[in-house]
């Protein structure tokens, strides 16, 4: 591709109006200066979008559940970022609706498809792994001339789900035992997938996006409460105990099964790698876990 039309292709972000695609949109336009006319933006739910629309961009239906709209959807695209969709409620339909997306994107002529992956996805003991895994086997067995798979570690946000209850009751339980966490900021992974969308490269590269450190979940709640000023008392669980917790709490047990299998697979040392691949990325560094906790203790202690 000459330097023309790389100045004119067209990116285009899936699930722009969920947590992330929102942030990898503001990225494009105002870090990195993509200008409006070359974004297209997908989404179940247009009228969510109807901010970037005014802006300009160009803001189409796509939802992955239905195969037959979606090479349309992606009509036009030159590079596309597929945003992991959030459906976990049917085994296999996640994976299916990816397989969609890559089977439209093939037809569709993109050129190069970026995904939003997890570290270690093969033969990992995460219960939603296999949807990683097989979504970068269909990437690999596809006919889409190049693609960036973007192994992201899990959001430091992450911890808003879990910390309200640890600190309400002062004790995290946790089958995680010395396992570490190498948590990075939902921004940054925006940004990253921002930087490899709006990119040139034409390779077949999968990234492995950490923070700049990895804590045991011990570490951690030292750090969170020194910095919200409580104590937290670790307490260790078997795998067993704590699906039990879950489901005494009122989840519905597969969901605590999947919600406990992130513990095995920390505990597995599995997502404890410090990676440079941020940077080397995005020529930045991730924002570090003790800032995040600076600016997210106002909510912590509500
Ligand atoms: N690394 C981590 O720690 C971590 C944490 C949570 C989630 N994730 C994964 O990363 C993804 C993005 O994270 P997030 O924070 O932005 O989650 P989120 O706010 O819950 O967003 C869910 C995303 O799924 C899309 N989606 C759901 N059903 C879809 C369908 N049928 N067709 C097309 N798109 C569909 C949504 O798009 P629209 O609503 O715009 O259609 C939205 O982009 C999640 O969906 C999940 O796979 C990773």
Redesign the pocket.
């Known amino acids: 591709m000459n330097t023309k039309d790389r100045i004119d292709n067209k990116l285009l972000v899936?699930?722009?109006?969920?947590?992330?695609?929102r942030r990898v949109v503001q990225h494009l336009l105002h870090t990195l200066g993509i200008p409006t006319r070359r974004l297209i933006v997908?989404?179940?739910?247009p009228e969510?979008l109807a901010n970037l629309a005014a802006l300009g961009v160009e803001v189409r239906a796509?939802?992955?559940?239905d195969a037959n709209t979606l090479v349309k959807a992606f009509q036009g695209a030159d590079r596309l970022l597929l945003?992991?969709?959030?459906?976990l409620d049917v085994p296999g339909r996640?994976l299916m609706?990816h397989h969609n997306a890559i089977q439209a994107a093939e037809a569709a002529g993109v050129h190069h498809v970026a995904y939003?992956s997890?570290p270690l996805p093969h033969g990992s003991p995460l219960l939603i792994a296999p949807d990683h895994a097989g979504t970068e086997v269909a990437l690999a067995a596809s006919a889409l001339p190049s693609w960036s798979v973007l192994r992201?570690?899990?959001?430091f946000?992450?911890l808003f789900m879990t910390l309200p209850q640890v600190l309400q009751s002062g004790k995290w339980y946790s089958a995680a035992g010395e396992g570490r966490v190498a948590h990075i900021a939902?921004d940054d992974?925006a940004l990253a997938a921002a930087t490899a969308l709006a990119g040139s490269s034409s390779d077949k590269t999968t990234w492995t996006l950490s923070g700049s450190s990895a804590y045991s979940t011990a570490e951690m709640s030292a750090l969170i409460a020194k910095a919200v000023g409580r104590p937290i008392e670790v307490v260790p669980m078997p795998l067993e105990g704590l699906v039990q917790g879950m489901v005494g709490a009122g989840l519905p047990e597969p969901l605590a099964r999947v919600f406990a299998s992130f513990d095995t697979n920390t505990a597995a040392g599995r997502v404890a790698d410090v990676t440079g691949d941020f940077m080397r990325l995005t020529g930045r560094q991730p924002q570090a876990f003790e800032a995040w906790l600076e600016f997210a203790v106002p909510a912590l202690k509500d």
């Open positions: 899936t699930g722009a109006s969920g947590h992330l695609g997908t989404t179940r739910q969510r796509a939802n992955f559940d945003i992991s969709t959030d459906a996640r609706q939003t997890m992201n570690h899990w959001y946000e992450n939902r992974l």
